[in-house]
């Protein structure tokens, strides 16, 4: 999860807490109108990636083509390590249904970065999440341990494990009902560096960063975490924000109060897997 920031800071931009995102409807329902349909993302057998770097290192992503149009993509982490069971167990909520009826509600399509682990714990939410066509499931790694060293007080990941990591969250995205989860991978803390990036190649994947940190994580003040949102974005943003009751409470607030003043603005929401579709270097 991200620190409440100000600006945008190195790679490693997410702090070590963790967020999750639920849903207000787990029975799969869709609030959306059927006379306003949400666009449905491509081809789920065939979403745009980018191409891979030299000798096959996996691509990184931050945002789309600044002069194609007003578009911008919100992004919610939903993060939850391997071993926080006992927290849920007693109590605490990663999951945020408010957050998610009120993207249904004003039709907001969103892709969601989702820990395995989460998953596990929601695989009601996951489910929903994931054959609603207004949202896309990407992976957020199985633990949430970082894959670098000094990642925010993150636990690590060896190397070695990595891309098992990364192939055990697919595995509990798609046991949860998740059946066509996006070849995009955020990395925990958004902590990543070239030993990751290889360790990762041959998955297919793209690393999805971003270039607007909201400062929703733990944020009490839904207005400055809106300004720094509205301040942040431009063409072919990418927002990175968080959907847990527990540690980033104001963000249903803040997409109410984003999303009327971008659209005024002349914006268009989008998915990610829109963004690196018209982003160069993609196939």
Partial sequence: MIPQLRSITAVCALGAALAACGTADPGGARRVPAD???????????????????????????HGPRTLGKTVALTFDADMTADQGPRAAAGEHFDNPDLIGTLRTLKVPATIFMTGRWADEYPTEARSLGHDPQFEVANHSYSHYAFTSDCYGLPTVDAGKMRSDVERAYASLHNAGVEHALPYFRFPGGCYDQRALRALSGLGVTAVQWDVVSGDAFATDADAVTRQVLDGVKPGSVVVMHCTRSAAPTTERVVRAVVPELRKRGYRFVKVSELIGETSGHR
């Fill in 36 to 62: 306003s349909p949400v666009p449905a993302s491509p081809s789920a057998s065939h979403p745009p990636v980018l191409t891979p770097g030299p000798g096959g290192l996996t691509p990184v992503f931050e």
